[in-house]
């Protein structure tokens, strides 16, 4: 039997008293568990060339992200083709992917499942052959993550009000969608693409996606009495009732495929994990099945 040795990378972004204490607690379960570990910090430039070389002459089994989407988005992509399984300790703002996978926000929690080491293939997916582990966004949400990167002080609260703040600005983008026996042009105030059910903070954007069934879902929003919508919308999304009932009567476009097509004519914001991307006026979206190994409960 392989023994196992854990490379924690830390987001330095959510350095804080609370990660002190939980380099304390990591010490003290691995200890107990009789478990190899170290801790370093991720990388801001994504680049993990050191990391990888790291893993492979120390035998690192497993690679344990503390942070948030965007971080994990980074860390996989890099590093998914080495003979390792990766874990979750969720530091960010919305944890959309540890939610999806059942991992808990509890820290305590979430290192107890990942001491036991339970792990299955995940799907992952990519666009413009850049990688995305959970959900990228073209439109409002995107506006809203590119201001989010800017911030200084990051957080659930802070997205809120940057959420707020973009909808006296809100618009329509036009897309142009090819898929699977799907073809439509339509104008839509954002249109995300997910492998995971989740926003985050609970939030199900996608109530039929799962991490690993081989398709990308897709959800468009277009319906021009946005803002007199929103309450609705909101409550049917933060409880995953967006239903066909709800879709047909309300301006949403919600479809299940395993790639897709997307001309962006009016250049609609990109974000990638929730991190703010370079957009473009034309999109290619394919699955990568079981992309990368996955500790869950």
Request: net charge positive; glycine share 8%; with cysteine.
């Amino acid at each position: 039997m392989v023994q196992r040795h854990l490379l924690f990378l830390f987001n330095p972004k959510s350095g804080s008293q609370k990660n002190k204490r939980l380099y304390d607690e990591i010490h003290e379960a691995c200890s107990r568990s009789g478990i190899r570990y170290e801790i370093q910090t991720s990388r801001a430039d994504g680049n993990y060339d050191d990391t990888r070389r790291h893993i492979l002459s120390n035998a690192i089994t497993d690679v344990i992200i503390a942070g948030g989407d965007g971080t994990i988005s980074a860390v996989t992509s890099a590093l998914r083709d080495l003979p390792v399984v990766f874990g979750i300790l969720p530091l960010g703002s919305g944890n959309g992917l540890a939610l999806a996978a059942g991992i808990s926000r509890n820290l305590r929690s979430a290192l107890e499942t990942i001491l036991k080491g339970n792990h299955r293939f995940v799907d992952a997916f990519t666009i413009n052959q850049q990688f995305s582990c959970m959900l990228c966004g073209l439109g409002f949400d995107a506006q809203v993550a590119h201001d989010f990167d800017r911030q200084t002080k990051r957080g659930f609260l802070k997205y809120v009000a940057l959420t707020l703040k973009h909808l006296t600005r809100i618009r329509n983008y036009t897309f142009h969608i090819q898929a699977q026996q799907v073809q439509l042009k339509t104008k839509a105030y954002f249109l995300s693409i997910a492998n995971s059910n989740q926003f985050g903070n609970h939030f199900t954007i996608a109530p039929k996606a799962q991490l690993s069934d081989g398709l990308i879902d897709v959800v468009i929003v277009e319906r021009s009495n946005f803002l007199f919508l929103l309450p609705k919308l909101l409550w049917h999304i933060r409880n995953g009732r967006i239903t066909e009932n709800f879709k047909k009567t309300h301006g949403i476009i919600y479809f299940q495929t395993q790639g897709l097509t997307i001309l962006n004519p009016d250049h609609a914001p990109l974000h990638i994990d929730g991190d703010g991307k370079p957009t473009a006026d034309r999109f290619k979206v394919e699955i990568i099945p079981n992309a990368y190994r996955l500790i869950m409960p």
